[in-house]
Every structure is written in C-alpha cells, then in structure tokens.
C-alpha cells in the first residue's frame, strides 16, 4: 500500500515496527514515485514480510479487538 502521509494513514494505517513496515508513505509526487519503483524491484521475500506486517496491523481493527475496548471504556458504567 502507499498512501498519503497525512492524518490517518500515517497515524494508524501504514506502521513500522520490529525494523518491518506494513506500506509505504508520500508526500508528493516523487515520494509516490520513489515508493512504487521501491515496491517493483522488491524481492519476493521481502513482499511477503509487508504482507504479513499488513494482514497483523489489520488485526487492531476486528470486531474482537473493538468488543475488548469497549468493554474495557465501559467497564466502570456498569460497576
């Protein structure tokens, strides 16, 4: 993924962590340039690892993970 680096995107979508990222970030057009011929001449290995990155930062946004924060928020409503 590349993505505009502003608000969301750079807040909570794209992430680096562990010396691993889940996408990339720009700013204009040479940022979205530089990220794309980045992404073309990356080796498969290397694919796989913003893949798995990607599908892990997904996790954040289940339902499960949401159930879990809101119980947590509401917990001393209800006590």
Known sequence: MVANRSGGPMMDIIMEW????????ATDENDYAEAIRCIMF??????????????ASVERFSDQQFKKG???ASDSLFR
């Open 18 to 25: 562990d010396g691993s990222r889940s996408g990339f970030l």
């Open 42 to 55: 990356m080796t498969k290995e290397s694919h796989a690892v913003i893949r798995k990155q990607a599908r």
């Open 70 to 72: 809101f119980l947590e």
